[in-house]
């Protein structure tokens, strides 16, 4: 089965919580603080695995979570880290946040793995909040949270040209005779139920990767047919060969067969719709016709006069391939070699940073304090001179803007009750 959609979820590892512990040895009076901080959790890692070429694994594995952080131990010992879970995926999986259908990262070019989700920090043990006046904290940072998300993937093949065309026009048949491509071929409707891939290697040339598109059908930009289901393939490609059956043995208008065609394009996406296009006229060994006309000739100048080319051909037979081969080669060589790529929209908190502004205000009934903690509240305490009247104003003015005031009143706060900061503790006062 080729898959080429899924549906995952995804959770870094929690950082583990810092350790409350205190020297009990000995011959060592007044022993002090001695716990130790918590691991790291683990991170959530995509790398490229050439050796995939579809999603199919994940219909059976949908849940992945990287290792969460040990808690730190007795004797400054510290916590192990989680550890990392990497998640392997073909080139060309573009990745997106499931709500909103946004790109998180595309795994194609020189993207071959990336870290989607950081883990948790561990949090430091009671040893770090020892000072002249407070000797015994009996506090320790919690580790930071996991972070989740639910993905979802869709693998875009990556090929430099995309063959689209009604069913059975001949696009398989072209394919195996081009390339080392071996599809199915039969003379019935929707025999390709999956993209195909091919190398063309041309004499004299670097060769290029052709992609066979399932047959398209009018409405399939709105989900007719099967054709819709592979219209994601061809938005990497730089060329299309619109094959088109000349000598109508399906009973159709081959130049109306174009225009429906180049409708689902455009409707589906306009840019790939004016992406550089040739017309591969195929079938010309069975081309009949009781008045003698030349259905090649009307195919010329009905689209010729529009700027696309007609290469009448016959994938049978093999007469004119090679001449259609090496303009679509030279029309690639004017376009140059850079890869697709589609521009990230969606920015988890680990890819941004904004985690470490996190901070928390609950109550320790334990103790009969509230508790103020985070990345944000450690980094500005480490910058700040709270001995000056300057820096505690400063201080003071931080946590009223961060709404830090605000929650502290929701959770009920009283004057003179005492809030904790890591290893400060604070009477509160409005």
Known sequence: MFADRA????????????HVSFRREKYVPSGGP??????????VIFVVDEGLNTLIDFRHIRKYKAGDGEEGGKKNCRGKDGEDIIIKVPAGTVIKEAQSGQVITDMSGDNKRVVLLKG?????????????TMQ?????????????LELLLELKVIADVGLVGFPNVGKSTFLSRVTNARPKIANYHFTTLNPNLGVVDLEGTGGFVIA????????????????????????????IIHIVDAAGTEGRDPIQDIYAINKELEAYNPEIAARPQVIAANKIDAIYTEDGSDPVEAIRAEFEPKGIKVFPMSAVTGQGVKELLYEVNEMLQGIGEETTVFAQEYFPDSMTGSVDDAYTVTYDEEEDEYVVEGPKIEKML????????????????????????????????????????????????K
């Open 382 to 429: 480490g910058y700040t001179n709270l001995d000056s009247e300057k820096g505690f104003t400063f201080f003071q003015n931080f946590l009223k803007d961060a709404g830090i005031l605000e929650e502290l009143e929701s959770l009920g706060i009283q004057e003179g009750d005492t809030v904790r900061m890591y290893g400060l503790s604070f009477d509160y006062y």
């Open 34 to 43: 001695d716990g130790g901080d918590g691991g790291h959790g683990g991170d």
């Open 120 to 132: 948790g920090k561990g949090g430091n043990g009671n040893q770090h909040y020892a000072t002249s």
């Open 136 to 148: 015994a904290p009996k506090y320790a940072q919690p580790g930071q949270a996991a972070q989740e």
């Open 212 to 239: 066979d598109i399932p047959g398209l059908i009018e409405g399939a930009s709105e989900g007719v047919g099967l054709g819709h289901e592979f219209l994601r393939h061809i938005e990497r490609t730089k060329v």
């Open 7 to 18: 549906k995952i979820y995804v959770r870094s590892g929690k950082g583990g919580d810092g």
